[in-house]
């Protein structure tokens, strides 16, 4: 799946709300950061929280740009929890953390402006 993350890209097709609705995007805290040295391109290893529902799940990030693994632990992020498994190296990445392109197209993770509960699902 191929996803153009350039800021002047052309909006997506139309979706109904349904579809909307089957994304499953959650809330969850990191709880630890390390480094995935054999990642092709410059990652972290994240291990998150997403409460007692969803629990506690890994994902790989390309954040090196603007993130010093010191400073994850305890950030809050949202990601795509329904997503299968993806292999990615040695690691199984089970959620798709989310972020946006800064000016150079560098990964700024997306979190809530106020501490939420973890789990919460996007609305």
Excluded: C, W
Excluded at 4 to 19: G, K, L, R, T, W
Excluded at 31 to 53: H, N, Q, S, V, W
Excluded at 74 to 95: D, T
């Amino acid at each position: 799946m191929h996803m153009n993350h350039d800021a002047s890209a052309p909006p997506a097709a139309a979706i109904s709300f349904d579809q909307f609705l089957a994304v499953d995007i959650r809330v969850g805290t990191i709880i630890a950061a390390e480094p995935f040295p054999e990642a092709r391109k410059p990652a972290y290893k994240l291990t998150i929280d997403f409460g007692p529902t969803i629990g506690i799940k890994r994902s790989s990030a390309q954040i090196t740009e603007h993130y010093a693994l010191d400073d994850l632990p305890g950030r809050q992020v949202a990601a795509v929890v329904n997503f299968p498994p993806r292999q990615i190296g040695p690691m199984m990445s089970e959620v798709l953390t989310l972020g946006f392109p800064d000016a150079e197209g560098k990964v700024v993770l997306f979190h809530p402006s106020v501490a939420v509960p973890n789990g919460g699902r996007l609305y």
